[in-house]
Nanobody
């Protein structure tokens, strides 16, 4: 059974930091690109950061470049999102995503989300 379990969300003051974790199970983690998405109330879900299966390449939304860092530990089947210099506009539910494309299908898995609230 595929599972993606996010943790590390919470309430933080502007300028603070949080580290999100996403623990994966039920599939071969090292074969999958991993991403973090977020969705704020009344807004569409948006891509925040992505990392390739081996961790050799990352990509970030312009709004988080220089503040957020995505990383992964394939030995622990875990992907992380280090969030620094947090702003109120970073408030959202953050979702972990695993994706693998083959010649015949795309495998696409989602976690249940973790709330991040940035407020004084």
């Amino acid at each position: 059974q595929v599972q993606l379990v996010e943790s590390g969300g919470g309430l933080v003051q502007p300028g603070g930091s949080l580290r999100l974790s996403c623990a994966a199970s039920g599939f071969i983690f090292s074969n999958y690109a991993m991403s973090w998405y977020r969705q704020a109330p009344g807004k569409e879900r948006e891509l925040v950061a992505a990392i390739t299966s081996a961790g050799g390449s990352t990509d970030y939304a312009d709004s988080v470049k220089g503040r957020f860092t995505i990383s992964r530990d394939n030995a622990k089947n875990t992907v992380y999102l280090q969030m620094n210099s947090l702003k109120p506009e970073d408030t959202a539910v953050y979702y972990c995503n695993a994706k693998r494309r083959t010649s015949v299908r795309t495998y696409d898995y989602w976690g249940q989300g973790t709330q991040v609230t940035v407020s004084s």
